[in-house]
């Protein structure tokens, strides 16, 4: 009589258990979980309120748990309607397979976004978005059409505008001129502020700057400023970069299509 080859049991081989990421472990907050059971599962607003928060409660609220999620554990939890338990099932299966962007791996994103920036200041390789033809401010010449024209702004785009005009005279590019004349701006409107007393605590001058720090100096005031690697100057206010794309939002901003009047009348 021939035996068979004893074989192991399954039933004692115990199988490793997947291991669960950070993100699956992510908690869902509450106003996605409501989201998701309102707009996948159909469920009225309040129905869909009510689930969630029992979810929550009973820490159901994870990838990892919503992809297990069975309409008897959601009876045994308390969760919703019987007549809603399928709805709400298939909902929680589709959020926690989703490939959208969970909130743990936007902050991941965002942490090394803003390292990579921050590196790319300290080695002057900042690429500006803007380019040398976006900047062109188009100044109208004619002085008829000159003729009769005002503008009523208060005085800190005025003084951009001017501040950038006089860089450009000097040999300046419109963006490099843009950076160096806001962080020009910043200083004075601050220094001002400070003299009315609308601001406390606010220093009123640029902070002192050496020798060996590159600079520029314009109207008695010295704006350090940083060598790009493309070779063009960027000013540095606060201890950042300031971005010319930043400056000319704001001088659009505040004067609109008058921009190119104030520039030639400048």
Same mark, same amino acid.
């Given at each position: 009589m021939r035996t068979a080859p004893y074989q192991a049991s399954d039933k004692n081989v115990k199988e490793p258990k997947p291991e669960v990421t950070a993100v699956e472990d992510e908690q869902i907050p509450l106003p996605r979980l409501i989201h998701a059971l309102h707009t996948l599962g159909g469920l009225t607003v309040i129905d869909a309120i009510s689930a969630s928060r029992a979810l929550i409660k009973a820490k159901c609220n994870t990838r990892v748990r919503m992809r297990r999620m069975s309409a008897p554990e959601l009876e045994s939890i308390q969760c919703g309607k019987a007549s809603t338990h399928d709805k709400i099932v298939a909902a929680l299966h589709t959020l926690a397979t989703s490939r959208g962007v969970s909130d743990a791996e936007r902050s991941v994103r965002e942490i090394e976004r803003h390292k990579n920036e921050q590196l790319q200041r300290e080695y002057g390789?900042?690429? *500006?978005?803007? !380019?040398?033809?976006?900047?062109?401010?188009?100044?109208?010449?004619?002085?008829?059409? /000159?003729?009769?024209?005002?503008?009523? $702004?208060?005085?800190?785009?005025? /003084?951009?505008?001017? *501040?950038?005009?006089?860089?450009?005279?000097?040999?300046?590019?419109?963006?490099?001129?843009?950076?160096?004349?806001?962080?020009?701006?910043?200083?004075?409107?601050?220094?001002? &502020? $400070? !003299?009315?007393?609308?601001?406390?605590? $606010?220093? !009123?001058? /640029?902070? *002192?700057? !050496?020798?060996? @720090?590159?600079?520029?100096?314009? #109207?008695?005031?010295?704006?350090?400023?940083?060598? #790009?690697?493309?070779?063009?100057?960027?000013? #540095?206010?606060?201890?950042?970069?300031?971005?010319?794309?930043? &400056?000319?939002?704001?001088?659009?901003? *505040?004067?609109? @299509?008058? /921009?190119?009047?104030?520039?030639?009348?400048?």
């Open positions: 390789n900042v690429e *500006s978005a803007v !380019s040398d033809a976006d900047t062109d401010l188009e100044a109208i010449v004619d002085e008829k059409a /000159l003729s009769g024209r005002h503008v009523v $702004v208060n005085r800190a785009p005025v /003084l951009l505008a001017w *501040s950038v005009v006089v860089l450009q005279q000097v040999g300046f590019a419109t963006r490099e001129a843009l950076s160096i004349g806001a962080c020009y701006m910043r200083a004075t409107a601050n220094a001002r &502020a $400070v !003299s009315l007393g609308q601001k406390t605590g $606010v220093h !009123s001058e /640029l902070p *002192s700057v !050496s020798a060996d @720090q590159p600079h520029v100096e314009l #109207m008695g005031k010295r704006i350090p400023v940083m060598h #790009m690697r493309d070779g063009e100057y960027r000013g #540095m206010y606060a201890g950042e970069v300031y971005a010319p794309e930043n &400056a000319l939002k704001y001088l659009k901003k *505040s004067l609109f @299509q008058t /921009l190119p009047l104030v520039e030639t009348m400048l």
